[in-house]
């Protein structure tokens, strides 16, 4: 068995290192030169939409996922007549699209912060006369850690915002005064079966993950956000990971974002749970039983934002993935994991590890 995956990141990496445990071959298609992935199998150097890199893909693997959300939708319908790819395009295509995204929710009654899409300078004036303030406006395409996103104070910066942000396709969206944020990551393999784990609760600085802990203590909110998980696996007729992002506000659930494929608030999985989301991505698109997703105890992960400092290499507890990247501001190099018996251990311990890595970020 070999399968392709589109994207030879970190994503790729892990995936990488779980398929090596399933005696499942990897084949990466990335434009970059020696990417974290290229430690687990061969890398086809180029663009992700490139077309003859994709056909060789398709015609060496028996199934092709992605890892990077950003491939282009139409390269990937041009290989579907040959391989089977997996999440399906279309899902792709909402979760690239805030809007169609938002409006997806809206049809499966998954509950969502109020929007509104942005064509013109005048529409940024109707959306504030309908959102209030604050309110944040985002690009409809290609975000991603904050970026193309801008948080709307006062009227007066409206102006600011549309010269920042308005030469492409934007939207508008109430500013959520969140308790906190929460991701569920979910899982669906060809044959139809869904695997969910206990959620993550996310804590994000300067739009990027900072830490994640799972589970969390919240019974119902773990019961809601299960329900919406499986009405986009089912409705999407999605076929392997996905994280749905959402906030917690007075006890309800308001839904963000979903990323189809694996996801960084999920990595505390590959420790913490019987199965981790990359195995049981894997799973999911060569369509073997799901693996159990029950958790092994407190969970929590720690990004390594810019630089990993010698401190995060010389810590007595916890796991350290090095993806092996070049350090640069804001890019996520690896991460740490711990788990615990206790909510209470892990949330002291993620402290202590916190503290000690980040401050020489
Ligand atoms: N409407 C909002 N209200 C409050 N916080 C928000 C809102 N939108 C985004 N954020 C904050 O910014 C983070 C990143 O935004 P998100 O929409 O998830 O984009 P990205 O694709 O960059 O992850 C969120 O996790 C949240 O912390
Ligand atoms: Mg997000």
Known sequence: MRIGIVGAGQLGQMLGFAARDLDIECRFVDPSDNPPAASCGEVIRAPFDDPAALAALAASCDVVTYEFENVPVDALRAIEAEVPVYPPADALRHAQDRLDEKLLFGRLGIPLPGFHAIHTRDDLDTALGKLGLPMVVKTRRLGYDGKGQFVVRERADLDSAWATLGTVALIAEQW???DYEVSC??????????AIYPLSRNVHRDGILSTSRSPVDAPSLADKADDYTRR???NLDYVGTLALELFVRDGELLANEFAPRVHNSGHWTIEGSDTSQFENHLRAITNAPLGSTASRGHAGMVNLIGQIP????ALPHGVLH???KAPRPGRKLGHITITTRTGEERDALLDIIERNVT???
């Open 176 to 178: 959520v005064d969140f």
């Open 185 to 194: 990551i979910g899982v669906r393999n060809v044959g139809g079966d869904i």
């Open 232 to 234: 986009l696996l089912t």
């Open 310 to 313: 010698d401190a995060a290499r």
């Open 322 to 324: 090095d993806y092996g």
């Open 359 to 361: 401050q020489y970020a």
